[in-house]
């Protein structure tokens, strides 16, 4: 079965700016996160969707935002774009719930859009 | 407070060898998984091995195996008869509280470089 889709793989954008990273989890995974990877920072988990709502949420700004599709595919925006923003922006896709009998191990990502802001 | 731990330098392996990566976590939940990942240059997560909190048995996948010491909150991943090709990032990663939860907490990383 097909991967983690994300798209686009490369950007390049402008302070000020916005842009929107898209993620198409694996079939039948409902849940999805977004993560940040930095050399400083490391990576840091952003927010996470399940069923077209947001369940968690991680310590950033407002600028960051996210949505979720019927189809499990989401998206996340970035507002205002700052030099601090660039970084490698990686999903996950889970199943989002426990299968009876056996434990949710599931925690595929894809391969990451490289976010650079100039 | 940092939840994962991954305080081992670069490391340089001789192919065919085995090499341990270390990680400690921490958490008052009953209820967590551990997962190891690889990160090769390209930047994609390829997942590795996953570990329950409640598994009474080490998980082990092909060349990989995990040795769970819950009572010291260790989760050190096992490589054995290193390839070429294991080369990369290696990061270990918490989920905690109740399943279907899919907020990880990454430790920093290991770098691992094998060497013919």
């Known amino acids: 079965k097909a991967g983690v889709t994300q798209t686009p793989r490369y950007l390049i954008k402008t302070r000020g700016q916005q842009v929107t990273l898209s993620c198409s989890p694996i079939?039948?995974?409902?849940?999805v996160s977004w993560y940040q990877q930095t050399p400083g920072q490391g990576l840091q988990f952003l927010f996470e969707y399940f069923s077209e709502t947001q369940r968690n949420k991680g310590n950033f700004p407002g600028r960051f935002s996210g949505r979720q599709f019927s189809n499990s595919r989401s998206e996340m925006n970035v507002s205002t774009l700052e030099l601090g923003d660039s970084a490698l922006y990686l999903c996950?896709?889970?199943?989002?719930?426990?299968?009876?009998?056996?434990?949710?191990?599931?925690?595929?990502f894809g391969q990451g859009t490289r976010l650079t802001v100039v | 407070a940092q939840k994962i731990t991954q305080t081992q330098p670069g490391m340089f392996v001789q192919e065919k060898e085995a090499v341990t990566l270390d990680c400690t976590y921490d958490t008052s939940d009953q209820s967590y998984g551990l997962f190891w990942y690889k990160q090769p240059s390209s930047g994609e997560m390829i997942f590795l091995i996953y570990?329950?909190?409640?598994?009474?048995q080490n998980a082990t996948e092909g060349r990989y195996s995990l040795n769970f010491q819950k009572a010291r909150k260790s989760a050190n991943l096992v490589i054995s008869a290193s390839q070429l090709g294991d080369s990369a990032m290696y990061f270990c990663a918490m989920r905690e509280g109740p399943y279907g939860n899919n907020r990880l907490a990454f430790g920093k990383g290991n770098q691992v470089v094998v060497i013919p």
């Open positions: 079939s039948g995974h409902r849940s």
């Open positions: 570990q329950g909190s409640y598994d009474e």
């Open positions: 996950a896709s889970s199943l989002g719930f426990q299968i009876p009998d056996r434990e949710n191990t599931e925690a595929f």
